[in-house]
């Protein structure tokens, strides 16, 4: 079976979100998934999520999410794009950064080794924090999902991302929310959650298990028709 880990991201939630995010946030959110791993880690024994295997996990992650996915895999900070974004460049809505966050950001702590796969979703890879190249240091395959009906720079990451085990799924007529609460009105939600659904769980049983079973290695190749909404391409430079 699996083990679903999601952390809250105290200060980004429904509930407490403030806009802009402070620097912090964007330092916090991949630590995020570590501590939560490092937690599961520290269960007692007598907890039955205590023999859950941390060695091997996929991260995935909604719109602003993506980020914290591509950090999590290993994709390397651009020191000229983090010195712009703290000078105010835009990519960090405030602007400010101390010394020791600016340090954090290149430092590789928000690379977790335990993340063997990533799956963005909604959200494309963030070039004024990874700069043109970091990319191509993830360590490991990346599916990334994405709805026509979205535009979040889909083509262009497709277009521009060489280098890495990198795979496409786009949805005709998914939304924004076709990859979180379903509420999208040109995608019927229960299709919309099959296809998300059926991919991401092959993509997660071939990279994290090596499960080389007909029907996994047939969602992934194309030769099994998920739904005829459904692209999904696949290059490995």
């Known amino acids: 079976g699996w083990v679903v880990v ?26 995020d998934v570590s501590a939560a791993l490092d937690l599961l880690e520290a269960l007692p024994a007598s907890d039955p999520l205590s023999r859950a295997d941390t060695s091997r996990v996929l991260l995935s992650g909604h719109s602003f999410g993506s980020y914290a996915t591509w950090a999590g895999i ?9 010195d712009a974004a703290c000078a105010g460049g835009g990519t960090l809505p405030t ?18 080794a335990r993340v063997v796969a990533a799956m963005p979703m909604a959200g494309s890879i963030r070039g004024g924090f990874f700069g043109p190249e970091g990319h191509r ?46 509420q999208c009105d040109t995608l019927d939600k229960e299709l919309g959650f099959h296809i998300v659904d059926t991919y991401g ?8 298990l090596g499960d080389d079973d007909a029907t996994v290695v ?6 099994v028709v998920v739904d005829a909404l459904a692209t999904y391409q696949h290059r490995t430079e």
């Open 6 to 31: 999601a952390p809250d991201h105290l200060g980004n939630t429904l509930l407490d979100h403030v806009d802009p995010l402070p620097t912090a946030h964007y330092l916090h959110k991949p630590q």
């Open 74 to 82: 290993g994709a390397t900070f651009d020191p000229d794009a983090i």
């Open 95 to 112: 602007g400010v950064c101390t010394d020791a966050q600016a340090a954090a950001f290149v430092s590789g702590e928000l690379d977790d």
């Open 137 to 182: 240091s993830a360590r490991g395959p990346v599916l990334f999902m994405s709805g026509t009906n979205d535009g979040v720079g889909q083509e262009a990451q497709w277009n521009e991302r060489f280098g890495i085990d990198l795979a496409w799924l786009s949805v005709e007529g998914g939304c924004h929310q076709t990859f979180a609460l379903g």
């Open 201 to 208: 769980l092959a993509f997660a049983r071939a990279t994290v």
């Open 218 to 223: 047939g969602v992934l190749d194309g030769s």
